[in-house]
């Protein structure tokens, strides 16, 4: 995985949903800039200051995406092609213009605010809230 930041100019991540985001977290750890769905856990620490968020819509998942134990009657997000396309272009025209080059020193930043016992509050609070809603 090292080899393959150390070469990246870019890291893009158009999920459907996303736990933590792991190597959307080091790549932005390691000043990589980062393109992502506005959508799920990486908001943790991804904003529209530290990485290029794709707006979606969240909707029941499409029968042709359920597999596995995804179903219909669940939701996720699909983000916008045209703005994939067009954070992507506008990245790779403008990797050494101020506004990238902000915006991955500022992710850098961000993502050193969490630690292990920050991360392990976010789980909990959120499983604790998980637990609450089914009963």
Avoid at 5 to 24: C, D, F, K, P, R
Avoid at 44 to 62: C, G, K, Q, V, W
Avoid at 66 to 76: A, D, E, I, V
Avoid at 112 to 122: A, G, P, S, T, V
Wanted: net charge negative; aromatic share 10%; proline share 2%.
């Amino acid at each position: 995985m090292n080899a393959l930041y150390a070469i990246s100019n870019v890291y893009v991540s158009t999920h459907h949903g996303e736990g933590w985001g792991l190597t959307l977290s080091d790549a932005m750890l390691l000043g990589i800039p980062a393109i992502a769905t506005g959508y799920s856990g990486n908001l943790h620490y991804m904003t529209e200051d530290n990485a290029f968020l794709i707006p979606s819509e969240e909707r029941n998942i499409e029968t042709d995406d359920c597999f596995g134990l995804f179903s219909g009657n669940m939701k996720w997000a699909y983000p916008r092609l045209d703005d994939i396309a067009s954070n992507m272009v506008f990245v790779a025209e403008h990797y050494d213009n101020d506004i990238v080059i902000q915006r991955a020193l500022q992710a850098k930043r961000d993502v050193l605010r969490f630690n292990r016992q920050q991360i392990r509050e976010l789980i909990h609070g959120r499983l604790s809230d998980l637990l609450a809603e089914r009963q």
